[in-house]
């Protein structure tokens, strides 16, 4: 009976793990589908971006599909900055680590929208691919 009580808490974390995980595929599934009409996309834990010609969309995932989307053009752009830790760094050279998001002004309006990022190297590389698609505008 020892044995069962010391395997138990394991058994406890097993179905945790599982139960995380499952949630987790079906967060992917519902961004897989949504991916699919955009040019370029992409998912992490924190949002998902996606691109259709001139027009931006980014979410929060949640496993019943993505909450709080938001769709803006790259016309409607000011500016588009890096921020790591809330602090504007390079795009060249960026920190490795810290809260990271893409931040974007826009003309008609003085709110800025941030989109976040779990990995610095990723939003540098979207950051500049964006730039790039924004200046051919």
Do not use: C, H
Not at 7 to 29: C, D, I, S, T
Not at 31 to 46: H, P
Not at 82 to 97: A, I, Y
Request: glycine share 6%; net charge positive.
């Amino acid at each position: 009976m020892e044995r069962g009580l010391l395997w138990l808490p394991l058994l406890a974390v097993f179905v945790w793990l599982a139960r995380a995980g499952w949630n987790e595929y079906q967060k992917v599934e519902k961004y897989r589908v949504w991916a699919e009409k955009f040019d370029n996309a992409k998912y992490d834990i924190y949002a998902v971006l996606g691109k259709k010609g001139q027009e931006l969309t980014w979410g929060k995932p949640t496993r019943k599909g993505l909450i709080e989307i938001i769709t803006f053009s790259l016309t409607e752009v000011e500016k588009i900055t890096l921020l790591v830790g809330d602090r504007p760094v390079d795009w060249d050279n960026p920190p490795s680590k810290g809260k990271t998001m893409l931040e974007f002004s826009l003309k008609e309006q003085e709110k800025k929208l941030k989109v976040p990022f779990t990995d610095v190297a990723l939003a540098a590389k979207w950051g500049k691919y964006l730039q790039q698609e924004w200046q051919k505008l």
